[in-house]
């Protein structure tokens, strides 16, 4: 599987943005994907996650302003990011996997990484 991230930009605070995630090759429906961030200097950190059929979505953020989604028949995962900060400024990645034995929010689970795609957010 690769995987093809798109949609960051410069946005606002408050504003909106919408990621996505454009996978190739077979079996998209096998994986359940996630995002994750990696802000300047810092390390790699979950973001969002959803399985295999959209029934069960985690996240990182108890204000949910993220959603993640995906749409199968397009291999598409998606992470529609609502009321910015700068704080979220980030890469963001979106990553595939088949097994979490440490949970959809362990990127140990994650086979398959995009290349990035980055998100700033200005005060």
Same mark, same amino acid.
């Given at each position: 599987?690769?995987?093809?991230?798109?949609?960051?930009?410069?946005?606002?605070?408050?504003?909106?943005?919408?990621?996505?995630?454009?996978?190739?090759?077979?079996?998209?429906?096998?994986?359940?994907?996630?995002?994750?961030?990696?802000?300047?200097?810092?390390?790699?950190?979950?973001?969002?996650?959803?399985?295999?059929?959209?029934?069960?979505?985690?996240?990182?953020?108890?204000?949910?302003?993220?959603?993640?989604?995906?749409? !199968?028949?397009?291999?598409?995962? %998606?992470?529609?990011?609502?009321?910015?900060?700068?704080?979220?400024?980030?890469?963001?990645?979106?990553?595939?996997?088949?097994?979490?034995?440490?949970?959809? !929010?362990?990127?140990?689970?994650?086979? %398959?990484?995009?290349?990035?795609?980055?998100?700033?957010?200005?005060?």
């Amino acid at each position: 599987v690769q995987l093809q991230a798109s949609g960051g930009g410069l946005v606002q605070a408050g504003g909106s943005l919408r990621l996505s995630c454009l996978a190739s090759g077979s079996g998209f429906s096998d994986y359940f994907m996630g995002w994750f961030r990696r802000a300047p200097g810092k390390e790699r950190v979950f973001v969002a996650a959803i399985d295999w059929n959209g029934r069960v979505t985690e996240y990182a953020d108890p204000a949910k302003r993220f959603t993640i989604s995906r749409d !199968n028949a397009k291999k598409t995962v %998606y992470l529609q990011m609502n009321n910015l900060k700068p704080e979220d400024t980030a890469v963001y990645y979106c990553a595939a996997g088949k097994f979490a034995p440490d949970g959809l !929010n362990s990127d140990r689970g994650y086979d %398959y990484w995009g290349q990035g795609t980055l998100v700033t957010v200005s005060s």
